[in-house]
């Protein structure tokens, strides 16, 4: 939810060009506008509404000179996706240049006040309130990151700034409230920015910075102080990625690469059961489970639900992050509350993570190491799936599965279902090798305009995450529901050759599922099934069907079974002529409530 990118480089070096790159590894976060300011003898800003892509074959981005600068891409909050609301923002002078991620909430009285003063608006943004209290404080006398601090104790709501002054050249100044922003160590080379994927590039030493903390880059180095001046002593933390983990390495998209990578991302988070062993143990005394996140990841903690009650028997909850604050009263030191993000970094996760933390042990379940969940929360798993650029999440939603089966079985101390976990990648990698089948289904389902997707069990959280994939990458409305639900309801949707996809992996439930989907094929319903390869019920009964190896059981189908669904999303994306890694709407790292 917009990213931001700051550098400075010795020698003269052109920043332009390192900017542009580094925004573009962000652009992920958002894509309404894009913009850049560098400094020469003046601020040059170069910046417009659309895709880096796009504005960067009119303008040239990389096209301007000075040795440091800021960018911005956006993602929409306050004001319309043009020209003058995106990022550099202004003051009066030209001469303080603002990029910002967050909202300021207090931003309507601040400009009507400083309207009054004189000060001219250009934009319908709220940051725009930002470089205008700078340089209001910086004509009362103040040098940059005292009017930086001024403004800080003048707006509320969450912010990562960066910000730039002629009046004191060679210097960029950034902070952060309730908005990601990391610091980057290179040699002869500082940077700030939203996320690290953004400076893989040039260096993978990082600082954290903590809520509304200096971070000074110059020439010569990283100064970081707080608030009263004083330097602090920050630890570098090396980061794992690698650049080339943040790199399409030769696929059309993101989304598909990320998709191919799930085994290894099973695999790898496979490792963390050392961890994982440690942290049950130091729980022994937990009655109650709230799982609490958003999107994607609430469907990862529907399925740790199934698991944990069903194996360990202790009552689990599944709260969206939103929703949270309204289920607090019966929280207590004996339940542990369970944060599943991918990006550590959203903002109704984080609410709710502050709030429990107050009462409960909370554990975060987390991709990016050193975000905000990771910093806040008692328990860390790292789900090990690498950077995610595309926007829907798949990869971290198979770390997230994958973390969360290795803590059910390990508090269920059930080594059968550990066992069965390590044998998930190589079903995976199998699946992967043949899906020629859903690129045609996409071929023959691309024009429909309403799908549903059933499950019951275990296979109910993978419907609902098969029909979110559908939607938010192909704008077909799709709904998922549990299978049983269907006739208290939603059978009167189903029509003549309407898509239904039916989970139906082997087990228990296999009969009444299989009625289920009689039951809306016999309404004119085309059926799309899911299931194993030796079930020839399920293959002539259905239109179409992708099968998947009988010896997935039911229990560990979540791992394996959701991946045709996000490939029947990603083709049918691509039939669409869309681009799947960067949805109308959304951006990967949601930053506001
Ligand atoms: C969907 C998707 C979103 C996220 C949600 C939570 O593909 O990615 O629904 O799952 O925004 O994000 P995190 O997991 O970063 O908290």
Partial sequence: MCGIVGCILKNNEKAAPVLLD???????????????????????IKKDAGQINKVNLELDLADMPGNYGIAHVRWATHGDPNKANSHPQVDNTGKI??????????????????ESQGHVFKSDTDTEVIPHLIEKYMDQGMDLEHALIETIGTIHGAYAIAVISLDEPNKILATRKDSPLIVGVGEDQYFVASDSPAILEYTRNIIYPERDEIVILEPEGVTIKDKQGNILEKEIEVIEWTPKMAQKEGYD????????????AVKNTLTEKENIEK???DLDDINRICFVACGTSYHASLTGKYLIESLAGIPVDVILASEFKYSTNTLNEKTLVIFISQSGETADTLKALDIANKTSKTLGIVNVAGSSVTRRANYVIHTQAGPEIGVAATKTYLGQLTAIYMLAGLLAKNNTLMEELDRVPEFIEELLLDTNSIKEMATRYKDNNDFYFIGRGYSYPIALEGALKLKEITYIHAE?????????GPLALIDIGVPVVVVLPPGEDHRKTMSNLEEVKSRGARVIAIGASDDAMLISKSDDAFTINPDVTDIISPLVYIIPLQMLAYYIAI???LDPDKPKN???CVTVE
């Fill in 22 to 44: 580094c925004i573009k590894k962000l652009e992920y976060r958002g894509y309404d506008s894009v913009g850049i300011a560098t400094v020469s003898d003046k601020i040059n």
């Fill in 97 to 114: 240049a603002v990029v910002h991620n967050g909202i300021i909430e207090n931003y309507e009285v601040i400009k009507k006040e400083l």
């Fill in 253 to 264: 998209y993101f989304m598909i690469k990320e998709i191919n990578e799930q085994a290894t």
């Fill in 279 to 281: 942290i049950v143990e």
């Fill in 480 to 488: 998922g529901y549990a299978a049983g639900e269907l006739k208290h």
């Fill in 575 to 577: 039939e669409r002529e």
């Fill in 586 to 588: 959304l951006a990967k």
